[in-house]
């Protein structure tokens, strides 16, 4: 069902997608920004404990941040593409970097009020700019053919991925020299420089859907709208069991390892679902496939799901890192895909939203995995945690194959 085209050779490669014009200097751009929400999570998180002493207020502080920055993402795309990136993007970038160095300020000295510390973190959360999802959109005017696009994003895929782990690398080398507040001072320059040098592309020309003054925008109307769209469903319905896979995966790792007496393998673990994630993202971006994308989701989606059920076999943690990092070779592929389908499922001028709401699928799925599975730890074998972590993907792959039948 998935076999490549016979004729791969003539498929244009990943060096074709960076020589196409204006690509590798708006993909640059849009990576250099990027960078600052890989680095955020952790500089935020030591700084406010830090500055307040307390782990309690370091992780309330963070999941106010997480969660008005995941969930207001469909929101701050819709201004995307209601007033194109060029308008709406700088007004974000500005204000998020702001607050973020007001946030490096009062945490670089200890005695921060909690308060004062959450109610900063919701509002910068709140203006996150999507430069994820404006990426994704970019790529379809930057190589508009189909077998490029699907190349452009599998290589923006890994490029995040690997963003998400150089981000703590260098957080960690930077604690070492300075405060950990000045990591959240070179995210908010991080982000400004990135989005600066992104809405200045020559790729931005022309793009946004200015929509009629008659019809006001309207986060209710225009959600309803979107996912009326199957294809936006299937999508967004799969990321969110792919986020929880690796919501659960993390806390999960971090359990067997302390079972096993080997703390210090979980950074391991986790680099090999990494590292597993980047090898099957290359990898799928570089064969044309003939079944297509619905498909393809669906049994990406089931290989992720019976990896994670072997993975709970494991005996010890070097047969887990093996295993992990071949769930991980699905991670990328699936979520490239989805992304694929509802970038196509949409028309032009929700193209940004469409991509938001996977996103936002993900990282909701993501928080409610870890959510779920750390109160089972303590109650049920670990082989049985991750069979219930493997469940919710491989239902969305069923849920996906019926609609597309349908």
């Known amino acids: 069902m998935l076999s490549p085209s016979p004729t791969p050779s003539r498929a244009p490669s990943y060096a074709t997608v960076l020589r196409t014009r204006h690509a590798s200097r708006t993909f640059g751009a849009a990576l250099l920004g990027r960078l ?3 680095m955020i999570s952790l ?5 406010v404990k830090d500055a307040t002493g307390s782990y309690s207020v370091a992780g309330a502080v963070m999941a106010l941040f997480g969660a008005t920055s995941v969930f207001l993402s469909p929101a701050r795309a819709a201004l995307i593409d209601r007033y194109g990136p060029r308008r709406a993007l700088p007004p974000m970038a500005i204000a998020y970097a702001l607050l973020l160095s007001v946030l490096a300020h009062v945490t670089w000295q200890p005695g921060a009020s909690g308060v004062r510390l959450g109610a900063l973190a919701v509002t910068a959360g709140a203006c996150t700019p999507p430069l994820g999802p404006v990426m994704r959109t970019l790529w379809k005017g930057l190589v508009p053919d189909r077998e490029l696009l699907r190349r452009a994003y599998s290589l923006d895929g890994v490029a995040e991925e690997l963003l998400f782990v150089t981000g703590p690398l260098l957080v960690g080398l930077l604690v070492k020299v300075a405060e950990p507040a000045a990591g959240v001072a070179v995210s908010a320059a991080l982000v400004l420089v990135g989005t600066s040098t992104l809405v200045a592309s020559p790729a931005l020309r022309g793009t946004g859907v200015r929509r009629p003054r008659t019809k006001p925008l309207s986060a209710a109307p225009s959600r309803k709208r979107l ?7 299937h999508a967004a319905a799969v990321a969110a069991g792919v986020g929880l896979c690796l919501g659960a995966l993390d806390l999960l790792v971090v359990a067997f390892a302390d079972r096993h007496g080997q703390d210090a393998a979980v950074a391991w673990v986790l680099a090999a679902l990494s590292a597993g994630s980047a090898v099957g993202g290359l990898a799928y971006g570089a064969v044309s496939w003939r079944a297509s994308s619905r498909l393809r989701l669906a049994a990406l989606a089931v290989a992720l799901g019976l990896s994670l059920l072997a993975t709970g076999l494991s005996p010890n943690v070097y047969v887990l890192v093996g295993t992990v990092a071949v769930a991980g070779l699905f991670v990328a592929p699936a979520l490239t895909t989805a992304y694929l389908i509802a970038d196509e499922s949409v028309d032009a001028g929700s193209r940004t939203q469409a991509g938001a709401w996977v996103n936002t699928a993900v990282n909701a799925g ?3 995995g870890t959510a779920v599975v750390g109160p089972m730890l303590g109650h049920l074998p670990l082989a049985a945690c991750f069979a219930i972590a493997a469940a919710p ?3 969305c792959a069923a849920f996906t194959v019926g609609g597309a039948r349908r």
Not at 43 to 47: K, N, P, R, V
Not at 227 to 233: C, E, H, I, K
Request: charged share 5%; net charge positive; glycine share 20%.
């Open 43 to 47: 500089s935020l998180m030591l700084a």
């Open 366 to 368: 993501s928080s409610g």
């Open 393 to 395: 993907v491989l239902l």
């Open 36 to 38: 600052s929400y890989g």
């Open 227 to 233: 996912f009326g769209v199957a294809g936006l469903r």
